[in-house]
């Protein structure tokens, strides 16, 4: 045994759900064209993550009823409910961070029978047929709404192992801090193309598969470099 504690971070969209809620919800209710537009801008890097949800927000119609109809509809990963099992059966904290918007993740978790999962997320206020987004997380970066690595920062202590689950851009401020990365999809990509350390994934029963296996020989180590990050971070603070 090492002494380190696991901590584990998850992504929601297209992570813990199957799809990416909140795009669909932003191309379902709001402008197609203009939200493909956005976000191609946030990717390239010349729009921030705040600008990104407040645009795409704009355009939105819909009522309060009509959205949570939404997100009912929005299918999860069906291991992810045992992969939960698994960490609540060892102990192990596991924390939701997401760059898209509470309503839907509060709706889908209730609906899938999912409680007591802490979660951080953008903030929807419904007015009539229209939505504001409020951002409570927002922090000095430029590319998230709610920077997932800040989050990181503030949650996790030096005996922490921080182990993140993700699959997209807004998870990139996340993965340089975190020790054990599982990637899929845009993130698999970045991890790439960053040489960041990850294991690929398609669903939640991967990751246990391997994940069950780190925590059973009690061997977590910190990554080398997501240590010297997290360094860096705390320094310039
Ligand atoms: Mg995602």
Known sequence: MTGLTPRVFVDFDGTITKADVGNMFFRKFGNEEESLKAVEKWKDGSLSGAGLLIKEAA???VTREEAMGFAKSCEIDGSF??????CTANEIGVTILSDGLDFYITEILKSNGISGIPFYSNHTRFETTRIEIELP???????????????????TGPDDVIVYVGNGYSDRCAVQYADVVFAKDDLLKYC????????????????LAKFSKITSSGNFRKRHRAELKRREAYLTE
């Not at 409910?81 to 698994?86: D, E, G, Q």
């Not at 790439?192 to 939640?204: H, L, R, V």
């Open 59 to 61: 355009f939105v119609k």
């Open 81 to 86: 409910k045992t992969f939960l099992s698994f």
């Open 137 to 155: 997380h927002e922090s000095d970066c430029t590319k998230c709404a709610n920077c997932k690595g800040y989050q990181i920062l503030t949650q």
């Open 192 to 207: 790439e193309e960053n040489n960041i350390t990850y294991y690929p994934f398609d669903t939640f029963d991967d990751v």
